[in-house]
Nanobody, 114 residues
């Protein structure tokens, strides 16, 4: 199983980006999917997560600005990021529980300029 993250880039403060995370391989079941981020000098921290049935949770710092969603038919999770702030600058990683194992995707860099 592989997770492929995409959608990062450079955006001005107040702008939006949409990240995607597609799982591929021998997938029997996909449980919780999540996005984490790691800013320079900081530990990796969860941003948002979504269960297979669509239950979502968010870090306090992104509530009201970010929305996590998933398309189970496409084995893909999305992170819509609006009203971006310079402090959202980080490498964003997707994470998923697939076939009851935990997988990480490669990071995608999000840079928010002031």
């Amino acid at each position: 199983v592989q997770l492929q993250a995409s959608g990062g880039g450079l955006v001005q403060a107040g702008g939006s980006l949409r990240l995607s995370c597609e799982a591929s391989g021998s997938i029997i079941s996909m449980q919780t999917m999540a996005w984490y981020r790691q800013a320079s000098g900081n530990q990796r921290a969860v941003v948002a997560s979504i269960t297979a049935s669509g239950g979502a949770k968010y870090a306090d710092s992104v509530k009201g600005r970010f929305t996590i969603s998933r398309d189970n038919a496409k084995n893909t999770a999305y992170l819509q990021m609006n009203s971006l702030k310079p402090e959202d600058t980080a490498v964003y990683y997707c994470n998923a529980d697939v076939n009851r194992f935990n997988y990480w995707g490669q990071g995608t860099l999000v840079t928010v300029s002031s």
